[in-house]
């Protein structure tokens, strides 16, 4: 029996790095080793988001008005772009790092025998404590006079031990894109994610969906740490304790789901699978692994598939930061014997290090099954073979690295030599690893690399680390590593991990190749996406590259039908190109659907067969046949 092949036909999100659509975030970060060409449109696609040039007519117009062609963009903007992309210091659209707010416990006592204070009558605390001593002044105000000590919490702020992180370019908005009606940041990101996956893909999805049954699609998608801004569950926990009103939507769009459900409701209009599955660092794997498994079994033909993830909030970072988690200002300065921290080099995979630094993202593929892929002309990125997970049993702590990650990891390789033979793997194959940048991580992970490689005679492995550039960004930290895993079988370009002089002592690197430098490689066959999580939750994903998957998809379906879908690809690779030259110029046709579309459940026809609905070409079979017939 064979199973469909999911295929990877467009990627889109946003990170540190830019926007992640035609590898523009890939290419930011290795910019010194892409051709001029690519160099100049990376710089014109990340001008364009940052709003330092924006499309009047046809042409760039800087801040000032001035026309700006796309060949001086890099000389005007370029250290601007540089500086405003990639891990850095908090940007204070987030907090103040240098002067974080905070409410500082003050114990008053009176000095003679009473504490004494005047203040409008509203304002007294319900009900009274009994020691206070109240006198009505008139006009609504009264005097107090308490006769003991009184706790009270007054507005302080402190400098904050963790400065850096891995934010959205400067000055790129999401929520500046659409009506985004006070949602919270994380959402904001999921509806420019997912439309620049869908837009990327060159292919309507009104022509998808006039293909299929609307049963046969599913969206995969969580966050974490859930929505921590004021506008969703940051503002549900604090605002009545800090003086505030919970409004009617914090708790809502705070849930971990909110990515999944936005794209349902507001971008696609799906009516099919819905799904969402939070695993720690691996979220985005869980969610791929599940659209990976429908898609093999034929209970979905296309998926959008992700995860977003807005953390760079002082509450989460404190929280980290306790967990002496992060990267700080004085273990960075002792790192480098310096009495000033670099903060563009706080995130140091498999180098000396002292935590890992936090990021922000969104990351979103389009999946179709390989017959479908077919039959549309859909541009092949990648495919992906399977995601394994493995927990690691017993342990003494939660966070404590354990043995699941050396079965995801052996399973993942066993696959793949199974696909595409010894050779492809021993000499085509790379790792893009989690390498958190702890300590602990860079042994661990590095020694389950070392005793794979040993097993299956893989020697000088590549291993690059996203976090490097971009720093954690949780959810969707492994779609990080997807999209780097597609820059590189595009460009053949090895990220390096450039933010470390050297790979530490206690890496076990004898078969691993983990550079300082970014390199020119050959084409690669397999890309391994490896993550593990907080709580043991570990997976592995096989991501075939293109060429392998064209190889694949002409010996099922034969040179006829390759030659069929080609010509059906020109139109689709035309399409694409019209959605590239917009999105470099910062038009990205936001896909937000709010009230627009809705279903009319009264003109459903329901027969004991099928549904059909008036907004749908195809109907939705019913089952029809028993399952355990062998069993009734």
């Known amino acids: 029996m064979t199973s469909s092949l999911p295929v990877v036909i467009g990627m889109g999100g946003i990170n540190a790095a830019g926007r992640t659509s035609f590898h523009q975030g890939f290419r930011r970060i290795v910019i010194d080793k892409i051709n001029a060409q690519a160099r100049e449109e990376t710089f014109v696609g990340l001008a364009s988001l940052m709003k330092l040039v924006t499309l009047k007519g046809s042409q760039l117009v800087d801040q000032q008005g001035e026309i700006v062609a796309a060949n ?21 659209n987030h907090f103040d790092v240098d002067a974080t ?53 007054h507005d302080a702020y402190r400098d904050n031990p963790i400065k850096a992180a891995g934010q959205m370019p400067t000055g790129f908005e999401p929520g500046a ?40 699609v599913g969206t995969y998608s969580a966050s974490v740490v859930g929505q921590m801004q004021q506008e969703g569950l940051g503002g549900l926990l604090k605002s009545r304790l800090s003086g505030s009103r919970v409004s009617t939507k914090q708790l809502a769009l705070g849930l971990n789901t909110m990515s999944t459900d936005f794209i349902n409701a507001y971008v696609t209009g799906n009516v099919g699978t819905t799904f969402s599955s939070s695993g720690a660092c691996a979220t985005f794997l869980y969610n791929l692994r599940s659209a990976v498994q429908d ?30 988690a992060l990267a700080n200002e004085e273990g960075l300065k002792k790192l480098d014997k310096s009495d000033k921290a670099n903060h563009r080099r706080t995130s140091r995979p498999f180098g000396e290090n002292c935590g890992f630094t936090i990021g922000e993202g969104a990351q979103f593929v389009v999946l179709m099954d390989d017959a479908l892929a077919m039959e549309m002309g859909a541009k092949v990125m990648a495919s992906v073979a399977d995601v394994f997970v493995n927990a690691d049993g017993y342990k003494k702590s939660i966070t404590a690295p354990g043995p699941g990650n050396y079965i995801t990891m052996a399973k993942s390789v066993a696959l793949a030599q199974t696909i595409v033979g010894k050779e492809s793997l021993q000499q085509r194959s790379f790792i893009l690893a989690h390498g958190s940048s702890t300590p602990q991580n860079r042994v661990t992970e590095s020694l389950i690399y070392d005793r794979i490689a040993t097993s299956f005679d893989i020697t000088n ?48 690197n004898n078969r691993l190749n983990i550079a300082t430098e970014h390199w020119h490689c050959e084409d690669m066959d397999v890309a391994f996406i490896n993550s593990k999580g907080f709580g043991g939750n570990n997976a592995t994903a096989v991501v075939l590259s293109a060429k392998v998957t064209l190889a694949m998809m002409a010996k099922r379906y034969g040179e006829q039908a390759m030659q069929d ?48 609905f008036n907004e749908f070409k195809h109907k939705i079979g019913l089952p029809t046949t028993n399952p355990f017939d062998d069993m009734v």
């Not at 760079?312 to 002496?324: P, R």
């Not at 694409?576 to 459903?604: C, M, P, V």
């Open 461 to 508: 492995w590549p291993v690059a680390a996203p976090k490097a550039f971009v720093g954690h960004t949780i959810g969707p930290a492994s779609g990080d590593q997807m999209a780097m895993a597609l820059g590189v079988f595009s460009d053949n370009i090895m990220p390096g991990v450039t933010t470390i002089d050297k790979v530490a002592d206690d890496v076990h």
């Open 101 to 153: 707010h905070w409410h500082q416990k003050m114990h008053v006592r009176p000095i003679d025998k009473t504490i004494t204070f005047e203040l409008r009558a509203k304002e007294l605390p319900h009900p009274l404590p009994h020691a206070w001593q109240v006198t009505d002044l008139g006009a609504g105000k009264v005097s107090v006079e308490i006769p003991e000590h009184l706790t009270i919490s």
């Open 295 to 324: 898609m093999q079994a034929g209970r979905i033909r296309v998926a959008v598939v992700g995860s977003a993830e807005a953390p760079v909030t002082q509450e989460v970072i404190e929280g980290f930061g306790n967990m002496s």
């Open 565 to 612: 879908y080609q010509q059906k690809l020109t139109l689709v690779e035309q399409a694409q190109d019209t959605y590239r030259q917009r999105a470099n110029q910062g038009e990205f046709d936001i896909i937000y659907k709010f009230g627009e579309g809705l279903l009319d459940e009264n003109s459903i026809d329901i027969t004991d067969d099928s549904l059909s």
């Open 177 to 216: 894109l659409y009506n985004s009606r006070y949602q919270p940041r994380g959402l904001q990101a999921t509806i420019f994610a997912a439309t620049d996956a869908i837009r990327s893909t060159g292919i309507e999805w009104d022509a998808i969906l006039d293909k299929i049954s609307p049963d046969q």
């Open 72 to 92: 001086e963009v890099e000389a005007k903007f370029g250290q601007q772009i540089i500086a405003g992309t990639l891990i850095r210091k908090i940007e204070k």
